[in-house]
């Protein structure tokens, strides 16, 4: 079956120009989660989706930074008036996220490698 | 709230044994371990509940002291295979939910012939 899928893989931008990343989920996962990891670092959570409720936006690191999600499908990151700090992977994970199950596993997508020059 | 994994690097021979710790200052409900191998995404490895439950790896085996709020990871024999980035990632307890991870800065293990 398959996986995460994110697009684009990479993305090279100029400073202050926006930036949409998109992440497809596991078909059927309710939970969504979008994290940074800059280059030799850990995973730095930045949104949580989960089902219909409002989302965890706890870890976005400014007001430039916003996410959407379609139902339980397609999510979109928007980065706006990009900084040279920016520059990360942005990986999206899904998991089953049902109520009722502690073993929620996530799936990590491959990522979008973000350049802004 | 960031858990404090030690060490930050763990070098090996092909064969000897490794522990990675995660260790949170606030009460846990359940303790997740992934492991990231250079380029590419992270990788589930093992769950850890409050409680004792848990779910993972046959080959990889870890603890989680509930009062200490710390989890252990023991790599045993281990094979070339192993190297990469392992993350601990903490669900804390009346967090609301069992989802949101925060994780460590990662262990980074090399294990050489």
């Known amino acids: 079956g398959a996986g995460v899928s994110q697009s684009p893989s990479n993305k090279v931008t100029e400073k202050g120009k926006d930036v949409e990343l998109r992440c497809d989920p596991i078909s059927g996962h309710t939970a969504l989660y979008w994290y940074r990891q800059r280059l030799g670092q850990g995973l730095e959570f930045l949104i949580y989706f989960q089902g219909n409720s409002a989302p965890d936006k706890s870890g976005l690191p400014s007001d430039r930074f916003s996410a959407e999600r379609t139902g339980e499908s397609v999510s979109t990151l928007t980065i706006q008036r990009t900084q040279q700090e920016d520059s990360a992977v942005y990986l999206c994970a899904s998991s089953l996220g049902t109520s009722g199950s502690r073993f929620n596993e996530q799936f990590f997508g491959p990522g979008t490698r973000l350049t802004v020059l | 709230q960031q858990p404090v994994q030690s060490p930050q690097a763990v070098i090996l021979r092909e064969g000897e044994d490794a522990v990675i710790n995660c260790s949170s200052s606030?009460?846990?409900?359940?303790v997740h371990w992934y492991r990231q191998k250079h380029g590419e995404a992270p990788v589930f490895l093992m769950i850890l509940l409050k409680g004792g439950e848990q779910k993972g790896h046959e080959k990889i085996s870890a603890s989680f002291n509930e009062k200490k709020q710390q989890s252990s990871l023991y790599l045993t024999a281990s094979q070339l295979s192993y190297s990469g980035t392992y993350f601990c990632?903490?669900?804390?307890?009346?967090?609301?939910?069992?989802?949101?991870?925060?994780f460590g800065a990662g262990t980074r293990l090399a294990v050489h012939p």
């Open positions: 606030k009460a846990l409900y359940s």
């Open positions: 990632g903490t669900v804390l307890l009346f967090s609301g939910g069992y989802n949101k991870l925060i």
